[in-house]
């Protein structure tokens, strides 16, 4: 046996290599965009993004990829329609309960307000969808202040909370990192321990107010810590 210090270097690396592989713990990011992928122009809903719930009719500005300074984002824009789209995926929150994401408002609906159901639209909407038929809806609202929480629709097979997360059109034009601890929020929301994420949606509504919105989304991911 060759003594530990006449080790050629090589060995040393490749040993280095094997322990930080076998010691490697499960993933600590899940990413949710892949905008980098697509080309400017309208995003492909037949691909890992549709359209949810499916609709026969077509959107009046169906949602694009955009090139915003150095990097292409989704641009979703609506007028007197909502706007879902929403990409499968299946997220233990448990093990990635962060939820970071990017959006810019371009226009809100005008009078839109969660806590007024004939009124309530978004310019930006961030779904969680987990098994069990239970969401949580990050929002930019109108009008409601941060810290709302609706619960619009408690009757349905669906039950939903909305979060207002940012409000008013003060910081129209800016992009904002978001950050939310999802397992804690539907622990405290729905005071059970939460099942696996299934989709994550985003959305953007003026059909209730028959208005306009326009709203950009960059990254979007789940992280561990």
């Given at each position: 046996?060759?003594?530990?210090?006449?080790?050629?270097?090589?060995?040393?690396?490749?040993?280095?290599?094997?322990?930080?592989?076998?010691?490697?713990?499960?993933?600590?990011t899940v990413r949710?965009?892949?905008?980098?992928?697509?080309?400017?122009?309208?995003?492909?809903?037949?691909?890992?993004?549709?359209?949810?719930?499916?609709?026969?009719?077509?959107?009046?500005?169906?949602?694009?990829?955009?090139?915003?300074?150095?990097?292409?984002?989704?641009?979703?824009?609506?007028?007197?329609?909502?706007?879902?789209?929403?990409?499968?995926?299946?997220?233990?929150?448990?093990?990635?309960?962060?939820?970071?994401?990017?959006?810019?408002?371009?226009?809100?609906?005008?009078?839109?307000?969660?806590?007024?159901?004939?009124?309530?639209?978004?310019?930006?909407?961030?779904?969680?969808?987990?098994?069990?038929?239970?969401?949580?809806?990050?929002?930019?609202?109108?009008?409601?202040?941060?810290?709302?929480?609706?619960?619009?629709?408690?009757?349905?097979?669906?039950?939903?909370?909305?979060?207002?997360v940012r409000s008013?059109?003060?910081?129209?034009?800016?992009?904002?990192?978001?950050?939310?601890?999802?397992?804690?929020?539907?622990?405290?929301?729905?005071?059970?321990?939460?099942?696996?994420?299934?989709?994550?949606?985003?959305?953007?509504?003026?059909?209730?107010?028959?208005?306009?919105?326009?709203?950009?989304?960059?990254g979007l991911r789940?992280?561990?810590?």
């Amino acid at each position: 046996m060759i003594p530990a210090h006449r080790c050629p270097a090589r060995a040393w690396l490749v040993l280095a290599v094997v322990v930080l592989t076998l010691g490697a713990g499960p993933t600590s990011t899940v990413r949710v965009d892949n905008w980098h992928a697509y080309p400017v122009g309208p995003l492909d809903l037949d691909a890992e993004w549709r359209r949810y719930p499916p609709r026969p009719s077509a959107f009046k500005r169906p949602p694009a990829i955009v090139q915003d300074e150095d990097r292409r984002v989704v641009q979703l824009a609506t007028e007197g329609e909502a706007m879902r789209i929403g990409r499968s995926l299946t997220i233990d929150v448990a093990r990635t309960p962060w939820l970071t994401w990017e959006w810019k408002a371009l226009v809100l609906p005008e009078g839109g307000d969660v806590r007024r159901p004939r009124l309530n639209d978004q310019a930006g909407r961030v779904m969680v969808v987990f098994e069990g038929m239970k969401g949580i809806q990050y929002i930019w609202d109108t009008t409601a202040p941060v810290g709302t929480e609706a619960r619009p629709d408690e009757l349905e097979i669906f039950q939903r909370v909305l979060v207002v997360v940012r409000s008013g059109p003060r910081e129209i034009g800016q992009w904002f990192r978001e950050r939310r601890n999802v397992y804690e929020d539907y622990r405290r929301l729905f005071e059970e321990t939460p099942p696996p994420v299934k989709l994550v949606g985003l959305e953007s509504h003026s059909n209730d107010t028959r208005t306009r919105t326009a709203v950009r989304f960059g990254g979007l991911r789940f992280d561990a810590r």
